[in-house]
């Protein structure tokens, strides 16, 4: 696979449940990024973890992230149907490319009212 | 709340013609970047510039590529030539330092015809 691949590809779910998708990634990296992009338009910028961090928590949102594993999981509670959208993880080279951004698949999450 | 803009929101092109999407990020940020989507493909990265030249670029940014920073405020990205397949979400972005957050515009939709 390659930098930044997430699973899965797509996620149903109903309100309220949570919702977790998962970020796999290659390379050694300064940071890992979660982005949202809702249909057709632009990236919105969720959470930031660095390398020497394994967990961090922004409203409903936690990030988890294993180096040893090279793996990062967004979980998202108490989904909403507002959160419906498709999720991105994206990683920096730590070594060079640390101006550059490389993005996953992303997971498509549909929440159900 | 501080945004890159880009303009415009969608370009239809003529096969062969030249175009220039233009940005503005956000104003003190040094770091600059231009991506890409593919309809419902990954985000790509293109290019990133900083101190008035280019810091990175990928293989996709070939000699038909070419961004400018032509004043203080704006950041273009010119395709000379466009071909078909040139045919996707163009996003900008913008960052205060390589490797942190990026703000990313709401895309230029380019459709070469």
């Known amino acids: 696979s390659q930098q930044g691949e997430e699973d899965p590809q797509a996620l149903s779910i109903q309100e309220g449940e949570n919702a977790t998708m998962n970020c796999s990634y290659k390379?050694?990296?300064?940071?890992l990024q979660w982005y949202r992009q809702n249909s057709g338009r632009g990236l919105v910028h969720l959470i930031l973890?660095?390398?020497?961090?394994r967990e961090k928590h922004s409203g409903r949102l936690r990030v988890t992230l294993d180096t040893s594993k090279k793996s990062s999981s967004l979980l998202i509670t108490a989904s909403r149907a507002a959160d419906t959208a498709s999720y991105f993880c994206a990683t920096d080279a730590l070594a060079g490319g640390y101006n550059k951004l490389i993005f996953g698949a992303g997971t498509r999450l549909a929440v159900h009212p | 709340e501080p945004e890159v803009t880009q303009t415009p929101s969608h370009q239809v092109t003529q096969m062969g013609q030249e175009v220039i999407l233009r940005c503005v990020p956000i104003?003190?940020?040094?770091?600059f970047y231009w991506y890409r989507q593919i309809l419902g493909q990954k985000v790509e990265f293109l290019v990133s510039?900083?101190?008035?030249?280019?810091?990175?670029k990928s293989e996709i940014f070939d000699d038909q590529f070419s961004v400018e920073r032509p004043d203080g405020s704006n950041f273009t990205l010119k395709i000379r030539s466009t071909k078909l397949e040139d045919s996707a979400m163009y996003f900008c972005?913008?960052?205060?330092?390589?490797?942190?957050?990026?703000?990313f515009g709401q895309g230029t939709r380019l459709t070469v015809v």
């Open positions: 390379t050694s990296i300064n940071n």
């Open positions: 104003s003190n940020h040094l770091y």
């Open positions: 972005a913008s960052s205060n330092s390589g490797g942190s957050e990026a703000f």
């Open positions: 510039f900083y101190n008035n030249e280019i810091s990175e």
């Open positions: 973890i660095r390398s020497n961090e």
